[in-house]
């Protein structure tokens, strides 16, 4: 029987464990044995393993975390490592990794295929959707809608006390989150990476934008979404400078963790089962060092080093609406 490894590594995403039970159930399937390494690549070189059947996995997609559990492993950037994860693939029988994780973790893949010989397969689960090659992400969709159901909540507030809010959202150095959850929550203002690269937004504009923004509507919520890492000390720092140099009373909220808790939406769990079948099916077909990924409906499979060395852009209509269709401000009057 051929025996297969799976792990879960770097930052955890909703979807991870239906992705899991997914591989699982594809393998058996095929007549496939799996065997799990825990914590990520820590357990891959602790040799921290249990084999996985589908009873194990039957009653996991619903929940967020993954039951193999993930961890981050800084030494397995070392040559040593690599080589002892490969001892321990061989030793064990192994002849193929899935490696279900983000960009990061697919370096990890790429790092180890230099002293593995065993096939390496990507199955990209990270909240930020900041892979290249593939439409989306696992646990891209769950975060979307965690960030929309708090922007609504805070519109509730905000609304009420005719206040300035800043809800700053995950995203690692990519605004997917922030924009999508922006849009679906009918944000007024987004501070994304990919829009301060261009035009860093000076506090100045930003004042300008919410006194203008009262004057076309009159009183009531102005509600900002702030990518993590867009501005120095966050959403706290930049409330607390918005009330001390302007005397605009406004309130941070940070998201957090929050972000990756909780039921996967319906998307993220047809996703991480397609994917993980698509995983397993690309190893039968002999692929290696491939993600696989989805692209306008159809599966696809794309180069491990394309996914982080290219970038998937921000849509440009989602960015076009919401800077002029749905922007209070028009152009003519913004300067
Ligand atoms: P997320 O973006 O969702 O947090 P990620 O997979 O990008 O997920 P990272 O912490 O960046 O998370 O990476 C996970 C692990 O991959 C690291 O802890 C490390 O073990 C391994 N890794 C990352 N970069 C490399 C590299 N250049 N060489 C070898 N291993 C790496």
């Given at each position: 029987k051929q025996r297969i490894g799976v792990l879960t590594s770097g930052g955890d995403a909703p979807g991870m464990n239906a992705a899991l039970r997914a591989v699982v159930l594809a393998a058996e399937h095929y007549g496939m044995e799996v065997m799990a390494f825990r914590h990520g690549y820590e357990g891959l070189l602790n040799n921290e393993h249990v084999p996985l059947k589908s009873a194990d996995v039957l009653h996991v997609l619903q929940y967020s975390g993954t039951i193999i559990k993930s961890a981050r492993c800084p030494r397995f950037k070392e040559v040593e490592s690599a080589q002892l994860a490969a001892?321990?693939?061989?030793?064990?029988?192994?002849?193929?990794?899935?490696?279900?994780?983000?960009?990061?973790?697919?370096?990890?893949?790429?790092?180890?295929?230099?002293?593995?010989?065993?096939?390496?397969?990507?199955?990209?689960?990270?909240?930020?959707?900041?892979?290249?090659?593939?439409?989306?992400?696992?646990g891209y969709s769950t975060a979307v809608a965690i960030a929309m159901d708090a922007l609504d909540k805070i519109r509730d507030t905000a609304d009420a006390m005719d206040r300035v809010f800043i809800v700053?959202?995950?995203?690692?150095?990519?605004?997917?989150?922030?924009?999508?959850?922006?849009?679906?929550?009918?944000?007024?203002?987004?501070?994304?990476?990919?829009?301060?690269?261009?035009?860093?937004?000076?506090?100045?504009?930003?004042?300008?934008?919410?006194?203008?923004v009262e004057e076309v509507r009159g009183a009531g919520s102005y509600v900002m979404v702030l990518s993590e890492h867009q501005w120095p000390g966050g959403a706290v720092a930049l409330s607390e400078q918005l009330e001390a140099e302007y005397n605009m009373p406004c309130r941070p909220c940070l998201l957090g963790h929050i972000q990756r808790g909780g039921p996967p939406t319906p998307s993220d769990r047809v996703l991480a089962s397609e994917l993980g079948v698509h995983a397993v099916e690309l190893i039968l077909q002999g692929k290696t060092e491939v993600m696989a990924g989805i692209k306008a409906g159809e599966m696809v499979e794309v180069p491990l080093v394309d996914t982080w060395t290219k970038k998937n852009p921000l849509d440009?209509?989602?960015?076009?609406?919401?800077?002029?269709?749905f922007n209070p401000v028009k152009k003519s009057t913004r300067s």
């Open positions: 001892n321990n693939l061989d030793s064990l029988g192994i002849s193929a990794l899935v490696v279900i994780g983000g960009d990061g973790s697919f370096r990890g893949a790429h790092h180890l295929s230099q002293y593995w010989k065993g096939q390496i397969i990507g199955v990209p689960g990270t909240i930020d959707n900041d892979l290249y090659g593939t439409d989306a992400t696992i700053e959202v995950m995203g690692r150095h990519a605004g997917f989150i922030g924009l999508k959850s922006a849009m679906a929550a009918g944000a007024e203002r987004m501070i994304l990476p990919e829009l301060q690269k261009d035009k860093p937004l000076t506090i100045a504009a930003l004042v300008k934008h919410i006194k203008r440009a209509n989602l960015l076009r609406i919401q800077h002029e269709i």
